[in-house]
């Protein structure tokens, strides 16, 4: 809760300002004026005195009593409003709380007590991640780096997903997905097939949803063959020259009266 006075003559008026419930994208607002006197007015007994509030635009108004008569403190009114935020869940509102002249003695006669306040910001999903990167490439697995989400939009992330897709773009159909912890920054995903065209996209996580996919990143896996340097067997990829130029060639097998993929 936040509070705003003034004060004038024997009296302080008051504007309390709390953060309630919220609800998509608005906050509702709960808001109270109150009268102060402490300086020795204890027998002040006065009615229809005039007084309004504004919150965010929504004004209220009416008319009320008030009596010192053991206490410091008299509530004016109370109430609560929605108040909308923008897109990326910020809200800034003006309020205002007026008590007129009471007729009687002076007690914060014709006071207006008026702030600007921040509202808590509503979090949204993160925004779209950074691409992934392909490295160490293999004819059966690829190691995929992207870069840590800097726009949260107000929720810490809590995953990433990584996901990948054989020769069609990551976010069609026949995908595989990897969900992994928020402090994971790379994956190597294994069992792919070799000489074969693959895209990756990722996606950051927060409390609010899933972010838009990032750029999707095309990767080709090495052909499946591999030649013996020293003690080791590299892998290593099989080009075709086609068209006047080394081109990629797909490694197949044949298999129950077919080619397919040699996997």
């Known amino acids: 809760m936040v509070a705003f006075n003034t004060g004038a003559g024997a009296g302080t008026l008051q504007l309390n300002v709390d953060l309630g419930a919220v609800s ?27 007084w309004s509030v504004n919150i965010a635009g929504n004004g209220y108004s009416g008319a009320f009593a008030f009596d010192f008569r053991g206490t410091s403190a008299v509530l004016i009114a109370s109430g609560s409003t929605w108040v909308g935020h923008d897109g990326n869940g910020y809200a800034t509102i003006s309020v205002s709380g007026f008590k007129g002249a ?43 780096t992207w870069p840590a989400n800097t726009n949260n939009n107000g929720a810490a992330i809590d995953q990433y997903l990584l ?8 976010d069609g159909s026949g995908y595989t997905d990897y969900p992994l912890g928020p402090s994971t920054l790379s994956h190597t995903i294994t069992g792919l097939t070799p000489g074969t065209q693959y895209y990756a996209t990722v996606y950051a996580h927060n409390s609010q949803g899933y972010a838009p996919k990032s750029t999707d990143t095309g990767f080709k896996t090495l052909s499946g063959a591999y030649v013996r340097r020293g003690s080791t067997w590299k892998p290593v990829e099989v080009l075709v020259y086609r068209s006047g130029k080394w081109v990629s060639a797909e490694v197949l097998v044949y298999r129950n009266g077919a080619w397919v993929p040699a996997t």
Not at 108 to 116: G, I, K, L, Y
Not at 130 to 135: C, F, H, R
Not at 163 to 170: E, G, M
């Open 163 to 170: 996901r990948i897709n054989k020769k069609t773009p990551a």
């Open 102 to 144: 009471d007729g009687a003695s002076d007690i914060a006669d014709n006071v207006t007590v008026s702030a600007s306040v921040n509202l808590p910001r509503i979090p949204k999903p993160p925004v779209a991640n950074g691409a992934p990167v392909a490295s160490a490439l293999t004819p059966t697995s690829v190691k995929l």
């Open 24 to 50: 998509g994208n608005s906050s509702r607002v709960d808001w109270s004026l109150y009268l102060y006197c402490y300086n020795g007015v204890s027998r002040n007994l006065t009615a229809n005195v005039p």
